[in-house]
């Protein structure tokens, strides 16, 4: 049997948020399973084998019912091998922040991902990045400051040492997608991530293995099952709506954590992690508007 040709997706930017909204509930899911598998002894390096092993599954039946498994042929080998060492480090280092932090704190500071990509592409893209944009930084960072509550009888050093960790290995990853993104699909780019991050558990576990009993075993399948089932709904999301109308969505995640933090492990948000968030999420969605304003006006003057 051959797949289906590909049809071009209808814009309906109502379904593009329900999806991104359902995207997030997921992720939130994966690090509430991260969280909870970890509490029962199992190794990072194995979640990480897990969730990436079992993604395949959803994945391998997006590719075969959209593009087909042409779109696996790649012009860009070592610009998805520097993608996936970058994002598999900030998975590494995000698994282990939500393994130390409360779930609703390890969110939020992923949220940085935003400021630290701004700053990224300003270094290593070239990018110009305006005064707003920087001031846009500059708040947000204050917002993690007050994530963070950087004295010593509050802070949790290592964990928000690796949520920012996380957050960096994010912007890197979304850095790198830009510089392959010209001749790369994505379905192509989130193929070789989840092989790379396969081979990484894998090998990592072999130095370390924990064998799960059967509940433990059954949350890291279904980890890897809605870790790439969210992972679909994120680029399916993006072929159904803007980017500008979407992307200010992904800060329900938040809520969604703070959901199944209260239930699975009773933790209340502090409210300094509640305003930084706030603060966080609202210069991230500045910065969105100004990438999105800079690239209407570059896309204008070149049809002049």
Not at 15 to 37: D, E, F, H, N, Y
Not at 126 to 145: I, N, Q, T
Not at 245 to 255: K, S
Request: proline residues 6%.
């Amino acid at each position: 049997m051959t797949a289906p040709a590909p049809q071009p997706a209808v814009q309906a930017p109502l379904l593009g948020i329900a999806l991104r909204v359902a995207a997030m509930a997921l992720m939130a899911g994966l690090s509430a399973i991260v969280k909870w598998t970890g509490e029962r002894g199992i190794p990072v390096f194995e979640i990480i084998l897990f969730r990436n092993l079992f993604a395949f599954v959803p994945l391998g039946l997006y590719i075969w019912r959209t593009t087909g498994f042409e779109v696996l042929r790649t012009r860009r080998p070592l610009g998805h091998l520097a993608r996936s060492a970058v994002g598999l480090s900030g998975m590494f280092c995000g698994f282990s922040a939500v393994q130390v932090l409360p779930l609703t704190e390890a969110t939020a500071l992923g949220f940085a991902a935003p400021l630290f990509m701004t700053a990224l592409a300003a270094l290593l893209l070239k990018e110009p990045v305006g005064a707003r944009r920087w001031v846009a930084v500059m708040v947000g960072f204050g917002g993690v400051l007050l994530m963070a509550r950087p004295s010593p009888d509050h802070m949790n050093a290592l964990g928000v040492t690796l949520g920012l960790l996380s957050a960096v290995g994010a912007a890197g990853a979304m850095v790198a997608i830009r510089q392959i993104s010209d001749t790369e699909r994505g379905p192509t780019i989130v193929f070789y991530f989840t092989l790379a991050g396969v081979v990484v558990g894998l090998v990592g576990s072999l130095f370390h293995w924990v064998t799960p009993d059967p509940l433990t075993l059954a949350m890291l399948i279904l980890g890897g099952l809605i870790g790439g089932v969210g992972q679909l709904l994120l680029t399916e999301a993006l072929r159904r709506a803007p980017v500008g109308v979407i992307a200010p969505f992904d800060y329900i995640q938040f809520v969604w954590a703070a959901l199944l933090g209260l239930v699975i492990w009773g933790e209340l948000p502090h409210p300094l992690t509640l305003v930084g968030a706030v603060i966080v999420a609202a210069s991230g969605v500045y910065i969105l508007h100004r990438e999105l304003v800079r690239f209407r006006a570059a896309r204008s003057t070149g049809l002049d």
